[in-house]
């Protein structure tokens, strides 16, 4: 079975771009989640889809990030227009189960850099 | 403000030794803990986790305590081994109708052969 794929891997904007990371989750997974770490710090959480609505997006930053999930399947990050302290990586995890008996999988993460 | 706090960035133990890296968080209504894995270029992995209605919980070589009254919680690897050189997370479940992990800033893990 596959885990929970994200792209790209890595990417490297110059500040005001837009960047959109995809994460495609495990088949079955109705919780989707994005977190993110900064360079040494913790990972952050940013918010929660269950199937395609936005269950908490009390982690989001600012305005300027955008997260969808249509036909709750996979779901983007956009970020626009990207700044220097959005580097980081950006993690996404799936679950099938909410709640503490819910193991969250991740992905390997997208590096994102903002120069 | 930090919730969840992992004060040793690093810890270098010799292999066949025990591992303890440790866990304090600030929430008392927290009641689920979790501990990830990371490798390099990976995402983080789950290893083990706790209830607070236990003290402890065991897996092989893997051993998590939890101290309520102190709010902390250790893991310990016995023996450790040089493929459990990683940086390790602790997590806590947050509970609740929006319920999500929030994570201490990790530990890296170096086991010397």
């Known amino acids: 079975e596959a885990g929970v794929t994200q792209f790209p891997s890595h990417s490297v904007i110059e500040k005001g771009q837009t960047v959109t990371l995809r994460c495609d989750p495990i088949?079955?997974?109705?919780?989707l989640y994005w977190y993110r770490r900064v360079m040494g710090k913790e990972i952050k959480f940013l918010l929660h889809?269950?199937?395609?609505?936005?269950?908490?997006e009390s982690g989001m930053p600012n305005n300027r990030f955008l997260a969808e999930r249509t036909g709750g399947t996979y779901s983007t990050l956009k970020v626009q227009p990207a700044e220097l302290e959005d580097s980081g990586v950006y993690f996404c995890?799936?679950?099938?189960?909410?709640?503490?008996?819910?193991?969250?999988?991740f992905g390997e993460g997208s590096r994102l850099t903002v120069l | 403000d930090q919730q969840v706090k992992q004060n040793s960035p690093s810890l270098s133990v010799q292999e066949g030794r025990i591992s303890i890296l440790n866990c304090d968080y600030t929430?008392?209504?927290?009641?689920?803990f979790l501990w990830y894995k990371k490798y390099p270029a990976e995402g983080p992995t789950f290893l083990i986790s706790?209830?607070?209605?236990?003290d402890k919980n065991e897996d092989g070589r893997f051993t998590v305590f939890l101290n309520k009254s102190a709010k902390h919680l250790s893991l310990h690897i016995v023996p450790s081994q040089p493929g459990d050189s990683a940086v390790y997370f602790c997590?806590?479940?947050?509970?609740?109708?929006?319920?999500?992990?929030?994570f201490g800033k990790g530990t890296k893990l170096s086991v010397k052969p």
């Open positions: 995890a799936s679950s099938q189960a909410w709640g503490r008996t819910g193991e969250l999988f």
């Open positions: 706790i209830s607070s209605i236990k």
């Open positions: 088949s079955g997974h109705d919780n």
């Open positions: 929430n008392s209504m927290f009641d689920y």
């Open positions: 997590a806590a479940w947050t509970g609740g109708s929006q319920g999500n992990l929030i």
């Open positions: 889809f269950v199937k395609e609505s936005k269950q908490d």
